[in-house]
């Protein structure tokens, strides 16, 4: 593990050290010296860390839309009055992530970068239909999430590539949003997640997202399910349906946290308790 | 390679040079000689490791100590007085019964620390909240809870006297 | 209730302030001048031959100062049945094994010389369940014994059972009759501090070992073996015991990673610490037995048991140590939990090229009372009986024999049932589940609580010195891990000698310094060390009232004198303190000697130190200093172990426990709402620490019920790690616990106490099983109850096909 360590002071200087050869970047680190000191991935040379660059630690409101820096901790999104506000699943995904002490240091950029199917604030993300900000060498560019993530650890960044910010829409009045977890204990992976948002309008879901997590290759919007729920009144069994449309929409595998069966089973039963009326309200697990 | 690295610990200005794979808990352990802080899993699940860094509590074994540079460090050693007097939280864990093996009880009690800074009279959810990433085999939480509780308590009388 | 001083109060524990502020000196936290690291090389297969082991690039590593293995160490052969070894030479047999080591200046060096180290494998197939072990031509573990004989199969060369009554005719009279197969799996005992050791040579050949372990003197032999395969005959092993990090079973058997420091300290002369991270300790340390027993029980048509019958098999993994033993605690329950006339037990252990398992906390108690409570549920509901009244109806008496010939003294099991049905509202609540997915259950345990005698002496010896200033320093060789021993130590003490608590220190655990003991398991180390404690308190009084019939009138004419001369307002006492100073008539309590009948002057009393002091420089004929050892051993038997007969505990503990449930129908997960305990202790000693006991068994016992397992895969562990074994966190323990503590004062015991470690995590999962079913009428027979296996036991059951 012998890698020379350089805190860039700027997102200049960060891009510079992040364009040379053999270097990864670090920002709040807690899965990265992880999966270094077990070996799973090769040691860089250069560790460029970015934690706490100012360009990448602001929350912000602009034009409807809230503009969370891609290094700001966990913890302090969790924190912020407008994410629990307006966000409630988001709010109640981060409230699971990990401990405190995680939450204290691991990024909501991070937790996207990394790329887990896992990822707790992917879901949330997703049914927000959050944009993303990239900066690299050559410029900056913008990415829909829903086009981010290419497979377990995999994501569309580019080499030297950084995430500096995640911008999220605020909902509408009257949009409602949940996000459905369980785990084997309450410090531990998602099993399965589902992440929901919509508003209800007369009886029917409009505007519906869905999106699942740890059941897939990367985190996942439930298109097909969307479809056939979309303008419809909720019902059994219209949710009996839609839920068996989204337990084969999903492709889970099996590992030590639940078999592929019990993964569908969760994404449906998800899918119900996020939708029926009375489940309606914002929920942080299962 | 060393980098010289400068901190507060527990209320003092250290330097001390460290190789940039080391971790916070290496620093605190090996080089400072301040063993309270435990590595007991070395992948931020078991929380024995936990100590302050500005006031938040974190996994020495997943913090660079080169990130440490700069800032404030509170270890298990900085609660209590210099003469060796105990924290009213640390008097709670001794009075309620919340350490046993002792190893899991550092962690246990900055995790506690961190969150009564925050919240004089936390319920016991809250607690259990706060305490989700600090493992403990022996006390099946209870005592720790009842602990932490009482430290609450305490502080929260002494404040508004 | 006697008039104790100190027994019975919630007493902080003396460890707990140095614990709550880092102090507390672990194996981790210790270095030693000159100290180098160990690091080992393990197996890269489950089952192969080793060809040739190449140890010359590790060699070349800057920083390495040995490589070591077994074709350049003499053979040190280890474990009760000698069929294993510090270092493996001509085949592993499991992924653990041990090749080489290296010892280096630092354990990153150490680790990385060892990955370093090439090793050629001509792969063997292997046998990875009982199962497959037993097949008839299967591939063998151990081609011979230890003496280099031939095996024909699998099967350990250990026996325990037990045949009593005749089960033919039991099952004759039974009206119902339940049958049953249940598992439970392999799990870690999850010390939150790690497996470690130090291991340091003097010039002449004595190693120091500083140890993680609960049995000192033990360890000690089976190192004065180790030595004298150095050659080194004659020489000695002291072992000294730190602050343990918990221990729960890991501590009972030595490890090759200790002969491995032993072989690295003598090879390169100087100090070795090997210290295992948590993921060598999920892989290379030997977790707790999984096991798969058949149960067959009946009763009459008015519910009184008729007959139980039990099959076990356990998967001894590699190698045997003391996992393999328990089934001589099985036979306890199996025997002895409820009033059974006609028993049958019978237990087979078969080397497989699994992990080899190693004891933990309840020992074989836990895995046999998983099937017989489960059992008496599905009796009770086949004949139609409120399973609490079947419990109660058979429930074990005072006074009796059971069939093991265990002598049941004290026994609170009916108040334990009554309680807790009492607490959970049972008769209300019961049975109404189904419909609103609430359940209720509940299970009992017995347990040895007055040592458990499995070893030629079941005893445990004591020195109580007293300084020159009244403090009581106490040598006893058990082991302090957690439990609060010497909390209730320091108040034995302190009320049977007659000082004050903080007057009372215990001296580190060190062979060298303390008597023999046979080593903290089976709940023992209260009840032995408090028993020692009196016995030598009682000697201690004795020597130094004789010692006082000269000195204390001295002192108190001393003190007059003083009086006389400070005090205007003196008036002689007109007590006869001459004539009350005999050995019969003095008092000791709070450090202060009295004599019995006189007026609380403070003239005629004597603080200990000084007496103490005055006995010391006495000017005339010399003075004395004063030590008492005592050793207790227990008044048992060491059973017959292929009869599963004789009375190896001196007392039984008892307890029920009493759990609510809530399913979740949909997700199949089970949530506990509330958890009553109530356990005959005998006698409470320290509120506080017994609490302690309770509350962390029982989180244990949940964590067996619902979410722990060792994975493997063809010998592999999968979950070498917190990230993926599950210990319950506090926000899984986050429903009340209510501890009823129902003492039945024992005869035997210290003040009245039982045993009480490990009882509390014993009857947890059954109890738990027996609530799910309340709830959601399904049975899950394997640990741990997931809720995918609800989940898929309620579809089954909503599809109306059996489960299993």
């Not at chain 1, 040691?43 to 409101?61: D, F, G, Q, T, W």
């Not at chain 3, 000698?82 to 990153?108: G, H, T, W």
């Not at chain 3, 999968?718 to 966190?729: E, I, M, Q, S, V």
Request: glycine share 10%; aromatic share 6%; hydrophobic share 40%.
């Amino acid at each position: 593990m012998a890698y020379e360590y350089h805190r860039s002071g700027s997102l200049e200087e960060a891009l510079v050290l992040a364009a040379g050869d053999d270097s990864a970047l670090i920002a709040g680190g807690t899965d990265l010296l992880v999966a270094l000191r077990k070996r799973k991935r090769p040691a860089p040379r250069h560790m460029v860390s970015i934690r706490s660059l100012p360009e990448l630690a602001e929350v912000s409101e602009q034009a409807g839309s809230l503009h969370i820096g891609a290094g700001v901790p966990m913890a302090d999104v969790l924190a912020n009055t407008v994410v629990r506000e307006h966000l409630p699943a988001l709010t109640a995904a981060l409230a699971v992530i990990g401990s405190r002490q995680i939450r204290n240091v691991a990024t909501l950029g991070g937790n996207l970068c990394n790329a887990s199917p896992a990822a707790d604030s992917a879901p949330p993300l997703l049914v927000y239909e959050a944009t993303l900000e990239l900066a690299g060498s050559s410029g900056r560019r913008e990415i829909a999430i829903s086009d981010f993530f290419l497979g377990p650890g995999r994501t569309v960044l580019r080499p030297g590539e950084i995430m500096t910010a995640i911008r999220v829409p605020l909902p509408g009045a009257g949009a409602q949003s949940a996000f459905l977890r369980r785990s084997r204990v309450a410090m531990d992976l998602a099993t399965a997640s589902l992440a929901a948002a919509y508003t209800a309008r007369d009886g029917k879901l409009i505007n519906l997202r869905l999106a699942a997590g740890a059941v897939a290759p990367t985190p996942l919007r439930l298109r097909r399910t969307e479809a056939f729920l979309e303008g419809k009144p909720v019902a059994e069994e219209t949710l009996a349906e839609a839920a068996e449309i989204a337990r084969s929409e999903v492709a889970p595998i099996s590992d030590l946290r639940g078999s592929e069966w019990y993964r569908r089973e969760l994404i449906g039963v998800f899918l119900s308790r996020a939708l029926r009326p009375r489940s309606t309200r914002m929920k942080g697990s299962a | 390679m060393k980098t010289l690295l400068r901190f507060q610990l527990n209320g003092r200005e250290v330097a001390f040079e460290a190789p940039p794979h080391a971790r916070l808990l290496d620093v605190l352990r090996d080089i400072a000689g301040l063993t309270g802080t435990k590595e007991g899993c070395g992948e931020g699940e078991c929380g024995a490791c936990t100590v302050l860094v500005d006031g938040r509590a974190l996994n020495s074994c997943l913090f660079p100590a080169l990130e440490a540079d700069g800032r404030s460090v509170v270890t298990v050693e900085g609660l209590a007085s210099r003469e060796g007097g105990l924290s009213e939280l640390q008097q709670a864990f001794v009075d309620e019964g919340g350490a046993q093996c002792g190893f899991c009880t550092p962690g246990m009690v900055m995790s506690a620390a961190a969150l009564l800074a925050e919240n004089h009279s936390p319920s016991d959810d809250e607690i259990r909240e706060a305490l989700v990433g600090n493992l403990c085999r022996c006390t099946g939480y209870t005592q720790i809870i009842a602990s932490i509780r009482a430290a609450g308590e305490r502080i929260g009388k002494a404040a508004t006297q | 209730m006697s008039e104790e001083h100190f027994i019975g109060v919630e007493t902080a524990r003396p460890d707990a302030p140095d614990k709550v502020s880092g102090r507390t000196q672990y194996v981790h936290d210790i270095a030693v001048p000159g100290m180098l690291w160990g690091a080992i090389r393990f197996s890269d297969h489950a089952h192969a031959r080793i060809k040739h082991v190449d140890t010359s690039a590790a060699e070349r590593l800057p920083g390495v100062k040995a490589v070591i293995t077994a074709y350049n160490t003499p053979e040190v052969r280890i474990g009760f049945l000698r069929d294993n070894f510090a270092l493996k030479r001509d085949k592993v047999r499991q992924y653990r094994d041990e090749i080489a080591a290296v010892a280096a200046s630092d354990p990153d060096t150490a680790r990385e010389a060892a990955s370093l180290i090439r090793v050629e494998y001509e792969p063997l197939p292997g046998v990875f369940s009982p199962e497959e072990a037993l097949v008839e031509g299967a591939v063998l573990v151990h081609e011979t014994d230890a003496r280099g004989r031939p095996r024909a199969d699998n099967v350990v060369p250990v026996r325990f059972a037990h045949h009593s009554g005749d089960i033919e005719a039991g099952k004759r009279a039974s009206k119902f009759i339940v049958e049953g197969e249940y598992t439970v799996p392999l799990i870690q005992q999850s010390c939150l501090g790690t497996a470690g050791c130090i291991a340091s040579f003097d010039a002449r050949g004595n190693l120091t070992l500083i140890a993680k372990t609960q049995i000192p003197f033990l360890v000690q032999r089976d190192f004065n073996k180790a030595l004298e395969a150095l050659g080194l005959e004659g020489r000695n092993v002291r072992v000294v015991v730190p602050a343990l990090g918990g221990g729960f079973g890991t501590g009972l058997d030595t490890h090759a990673y200790e002969y491995i420091a032993m072989l690295l300290a003598w090879r390169t002369g100087q100090p070795v610490k090997i210290l295992y991270n948590r993921e060598e300790e999920f892989a290379y340390l030997s977790p707790r037995q999984s096991a798969t027993s058949r149960i067959r029980q009946g009763c009459d048509e008015n519910g009184k048991l008729t007959f139980r019958e039990i099959e076990v098999v356990q998967d001894n993994g590699a190698y045997t140590s003391w996992g393999a033993t328990f089934p001589s605690v099985m036979l306890v329950p199996a025997t002895s939990l409820y009033r059974v006339s006609n028993i049958s037990f019978e237990s087979k252990i078969v080397y497989t090229n699994n992990t080899y398992c190693q004891a933990m906390r309840g020992y074989g108690n836990p895995e046999i009372t998983w099937p017989i409570e489960s059992s008496i549920d599905e009796l009770a509901e086949q004949a139609g009986m409120d399973p609490y009244e079947m419990r109660l109806l058979n429930c074990n008496q005072p006074g009796e024999t059971t069939p093991m010939g265990l002598k049941i003294t004290t026994c609170g099991l009916k108040e334990c049932l009554d309680r807790t049905a009492e607490k959970l509202d049972w008769g209300t609540n019961r049975g109404k589940g189904k419909g609103v997915s609430r359940g209720f259950g509940m299970a009992s345990v017995i347990n040895v609580a007055g040592g458990g005698k499995i070893y030629r002496s079941d005893g445990s010896g004591i020195i109580l010195k007293l300084d020159d200033y009244g403090n009581v320093n106490v040598s006893y060789g058990g082991v302090e891990m957690g439990q609060g021993l010497h909390s209730a130590l320091i108040l034995t003490v302190a009320e049977a000698f007659g000082v004050k608590p903080d007057q009372v220190v215990i001296n580190q655990t060190d062979t060298a310094t303390c008597p023999w003991d046979v080593g903290t398991h089976a709940s023992r180390g209260a009840f032995m060390a408090c028993n020692a404690a009196v016995m030598a308190a009682r000697k201690l009084r004795q020597r130094l009232f004789e010692w006082a019939e000269e000195i204390y009138p001295q002192q108190v004419e001393e003190s007059l004198t003083k009086a006389r001369k400070h005090n205007p307002e003196f008036r002689e006492p007109e007590f006869d303190w001459r004539a009350a100073a005999s050995r019969d008539r003095f008092e000791l309590a709070d450090g202060i000697l009295r004599v019995q009948g006189a007026p609380d002057r403070p003239e005629l009393q004597v603080e200990l130190g000084r007496l103490l002091r005055a006995i010391h420089f006495r000017k005339q004929g010399g003075g004395t200093t004063f030590a008492e050892e005592a050793f207790y051993e227990p008044p048992t038997d060491l059973p017959d172990w292929e009869r599963g007969y004789g009375n190896m505990s001196a007392t039984y503990a008892f307890g029920t426990q009493g759990v609510e449930v809530y399913v979740d129908e949909e997700t199949g997960e089970v949530r506990i709402v509330r958890l009553v305990a109530a356990h005959d202790v005998g006698r409470v000693l320290n509120p506080q620490t017994l609490r302690g006991q309770i509350y962390g068994a029982l989180a244990q016992g949940v964590g067996y019920a619902l979410y722990e397992e060792v994975h493997t895969d063809k010998g592999r562990v999968l979950n070498p790690g917190f990230t993926d074994y599950k210990l319950p966190t506090a926000c899984e323990m986050n429903f009340p616990i209510h501890i009823e503590l129902i003492e039945t004062n024992d005869p035997e015991g210290p003040f009245g106490a039982k045993g009480v470690g490990e009882p509390g995590l014993v009857p947890t999962a059954p109890a738990i099983a027996n609530a799910i079913y309340d709830a959601v009428g399904v049975r899950i027979r394997d640990l741990p109850i997931t809720p995918e296996k609800v989940l898929r036991a309620l579809k089954h059951q909503r599809a109306g096909s059996p489960v299993r």
